[in-house]
């Protein structure tokens, strides 16, 4: 627990990379520390920390998303991703360096890490975030375009700068804020897919500090003999350009057969809503909204979908929303870009068919 709040600075951003390769969310949450940097004074700092085993060449993507310094913790012990590892080394970072912020993604690894560095630190996290604030006047702001909170005891000069970390609660029900105002550094995870990038700033650069970390194989409870990477179909959400999700409308489960089937003819992949989730239609991966995937496609299909607050909550940020339903008055159609009123039975079969008739004459034309 931090005594004296003035020694904790800067915006850390913890940027996840695999094989190599930064994950989005770490660009995203870069972006989103941008604009809090900002929000909080002309002196704070966007920081990248980039942990790992020969990486130092992803220092120059952290600073064309936002970064101004990148400390990259290096050993090769660090090269695969260990909770004992990565735990030590990164404590031992914040203990001697002191970020006042400190944002993970919300991924499996930042699942797993951030709550044990977090206690590591007898600090607080708030988890699954999907909202962040410093200004009172820019959380005043979302509040009341966004929740029912009374915002009346709210002073939009006020100066506080503490970190506001809004997430669902009570099933995507409810949305919590939460602060952390006794301890630093104030730590959240944040969903992939919530957060905007910055537009990429070609050939931007930074400072690099480089940490030497204290660190030996005796410290580690769990050695990783081998990396077998699963061979089942992983469902990518969060990266695809076309979802089509399925929904209570759909009647049973095997309504998703000809969601896939039109998926896969458009080159997206499937969604679903909570609802057909919880029917046991569909496993949760394919879960879109407040409790399962935020997703910003560039088309998004809703088929048989009604539009419940928390599903629009995970998808009203794509770049095109086509609408299926047979209710007219479904709340989806207020969001939709494109409404087709009709039994989806009917209508998708004829999309297919369209889309193949399309194909043929495109296929004609270039022969």
């Known amino acids: 627990m931090a005594n004296n709040f003035d020694d904790y600075r800067n915006i850390w951003v913890f940027v996840e990379q695999r094989d190599g390769k930064l994950m989005n969310v770490a660009l995203e949450l870069l972006g989103e520390a941008t604009k809090l940097a900002k929000d909080i004074d002309d002196t704070t700092k966007v920081c990248a920390?980039?942990?790992g085993d020969k990486v130092d060449s992803l220092a120059k993507e952290c600073f064309e998303y936002g970064a101004d310094t990148v400390y990259y913790i290096e050993d090769a012990l660090l090269k695969n991703y260990t909770t004992d590892a990565y735990t030590k080394v990164i404590v031992d970072a914040v203990n001697e360096i002191k970020p006042s912020i400190f944002m993970y993604g919300a991924t499996h690894?930042?699942?797993d890490l951030a709550p044990r560095v977090a206690a590591r630190l007898n600090t607080g996290l708030t988890a699954d975030c999907t909202h962040l604030d410093v200004s009172v006047a820019e959380y005043i702001k979302f509040a009341e375009e966004n929740t029912t909170l009374n915002t009346a005891t709210l002073k939009a000069d006020d100066p506080d700068k503490g970190l506001k970390m809004t997430r669902p609660a009570f099933g995507g029900n409810l949305m919590a804020t939460i602060i952390?105002?006794?301890?630093?550094p104030q730590m959240a995870t944040?969903?992939?897919?919530?957060?905007?990038?910055i537009e990429k700033r070609e050939g931007a650069t930074g400072e690099i500090i480089r940490i030497t970390p204290s660190i030996s194989e005796s410290d580690l409870n769990v050695k990783i003999v081998d990396i077998v990477k699963s061979a089942k179909e992983l469902v990518s959400l969060t990266d695809a350009d076309i979802i089509c999700s399925g929904g209570r409308g759909l009647g049973d489960e095997?309504?998703?057969?000809?969601?896939?089937k039109f998926a896969d003819k458009v080159g997206g992949v499937v969604g679903a809503s909570r609802a057909a989730v919880d029917s046991g239609w569909i496993d949760h991966s394919h879960q879109v909204g407040q409790t399962g995937t935020t997703v910003k496609p560039k088309i998004y299909f809703a088929c048989g979908i009604s539009g419940a607050i928390q599903h629009l909550a995970g998808?009203?940020?794509?770049?095109?929303i086509v609408a299926i339903n047979k209710d007219a008055d479904a709340p989806i159609f207020e969001v939709a870009d494109y409404g087709i009123v009709g039994d989806l039975y009917k209508v998708i079969p004829e999309l297919i068919e369209e889309w193949d008739n399309a194909e043929a004459l495109f296929d004609a034309s270039v022969k």
């Open 109 to 111: 690894i930042g699942r």
């Open 254 to 260: 095997t309504g998703f057969e000809l969601i896939k």
């Open 49 to 51: 920390l980039l942990v």
């Open 190 to 197: 944040v969903r992939p897919g919530v957060m905007q990038k």
């Open 315 to 320: 998808m009203q940020n794509s770049d095109i």
């Open 180 to 184: 952390c105002p006794n301890s630093r």
